[in-house]
């Protein structure tokens, strides 16, 4: 057989079906509510601050595992908001992305047979993060509307070979903001079975209706057990920054900072003297953050809604899922594909998020971090939406 192929770890999973979708969105210039981005302006303070960082010719290497002013602003962030001590110089660890800082974190704690606890539907990157740490997912399902999780198909993933549980609050697709009482759930299961929570919280501050956001590292015990991943993406609206970082106890830090130093050395160094400023902005940006983004969750809520959507109402993060049985179509690729072709919007097939595919075969996940406009005219184009029955497609 040829050797001219890619690896066994490579063909077991698939190109991501989010970029996919805004590929396609650009190829029929549709309005892209599929992959979450914001298409609104970052901060001033913090554009000014990289501008200036590059400028004054911060524009070598950083120290591998973070500029020292990035660090200390995590830390002290982290310290200051959940009454928990973080030790910069001994737990931080900024990566490219939280998306690097999930893949860093997973090569460094798992071995080959280990196995990895995932809840699903899930941010698709676990499924590749997995099979290339060379993990064994076990999944275990987020039951709409609510998607609560049944405590006993829980405890039944754990086993001794339970390395890791990987947790994402507020979650992304669903918008579930995990309550004190889930989280106590899972920690009693990583005490019990000597297991870690690797907890991304890339959505602390996108959160709604007043509800407070819990790091499953401030439970008890759950300090010396928890890698805390997060990143300036969400929060500051620099998706393009690739800044991201880990919080980990100090047994886990020296595995994860050099499993990212010779995987990708550093993230850009003027941009973590921006993170640095980010981090200085008031607490009334956040405030900010969250209203705005729960009044454009209300907004896309009410469009979809009279566009013959089943929306399942988020709690946090910029996502909706919603069920699409309704419009007799014979899955959700083909409806998505329907969608950006034919109605000029795109959105996220609910099965990429899945495992069994069969379970999303049903859904559709779309973003609103987008401008008014955008959703405006996501909205005029959908109304050439109908449901099954009423007209042809
Ligand atoms: C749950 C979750 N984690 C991580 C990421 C990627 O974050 P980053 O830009 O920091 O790599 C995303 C992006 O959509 C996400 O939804």
């Not at 759930?185 to 819990?214: F, M, N």
Request: include cysteine; proline fraction near 6%.
């Amino acid at each position: 057989m040829s050797k001219l192929t890619g690896s066994r770890k490579a063909t077991q999973f698939t190109e991501s079906v989010i970029r996919e979708m805004t590929r396609l969105n650009e190829l029929y210039g549709g309005v892209n509510l599929s992959q979450g981005f914001p298409d609104f302006p970052a901060p001033d303070r913090i554009k000014e601050a990289a501008c200036a960082a590059i400028h004054a010719d911060i524009n070598q290497y950083a120290v591998t595992w973070g500029a020292r002013p990035l660090r200390e602003a995590i830390a002290r962030a982290f310290t200051h908001r959940y009454s928990q001590p973080v030790v910069a110089d001994e737990q931080v660890t900024v990566c490219c992305g939280s998306t690097e800082a999930m893949m860093s974190t997973m090569m460094a704690i798992i071995d080959p047979g280990d196995e990895v606890v995932i809840f699903e539907p899930f941010y698709e990157n676990y499924g590749p993060d997995a099979i290339l740490s060379g993990a064994t997912p076990r999944y275990v399902t987020l039951r709409e509307p609510d998607w609560s999780f049944d405590p006993e198909e829980l405890a039944a993933a754990f086993n001794e070979k339970t390395k890791a549980i990987i947790l994402n609050t507020p979650n992304n697709p669903t918008g579930k903001v995990f309550t004190r009482d889930e989280l106590e759930t899972i920690a009693v299961l990583c005490r019990k079975w000597d297991a870690i929570a690797i907890s991304d919280e890339i959505y602390e501050h996108i959160i709604y209706d007043g509800q407070p956001h819990v790091p499953i590292a401030t439970l008890e015990g759950m300090a010396d057990r928890t890698v805390t991943i997060n990143g300036l993406s969400k929060a500051y609206s620099v998706t393009g920054w690739r800044v991201g970082w880990t919080i980990s106890p100090p047994s886990l830090t020296g595995a994860i900072r050099k499993v990212h130093d010779f995987l990708t050395v550093g993230a850009a160094a003027p941009l973590q003297e921006a993170g640095a400023a980010a981090f200085e902005l008031p607490e009334q940006y956040y405030r900010d953050l969250a209203v705005q983004y729960q009044r454009r969750r209300d907004m896309l809520l009410d469009i979809l809604e009279r566009h013959h959507f089943t929306c399942y109402k988020p709690s946090g993060a910029y996502y909706i899922m919603t069920d699409i049985s309704g419009f007799g179509f014979r899955d959700d690729v083909e409806f998505a594909r329907y969608l950006v072709k034919d109605v000029g919007v795109a959105a996220v097939p609910g099965s990429s998020f899945y495992k069994n595919a069969a379970t999303g075969r049903t859904k559709l996940r779309f973003c609103f971090c987008k401008r008014d406009e955008t959703l405006r005219e996501a909205d005029r184009r959908m109304a050439k939406l109908v449901p099954a029955g009423s007209s042809i497609h």
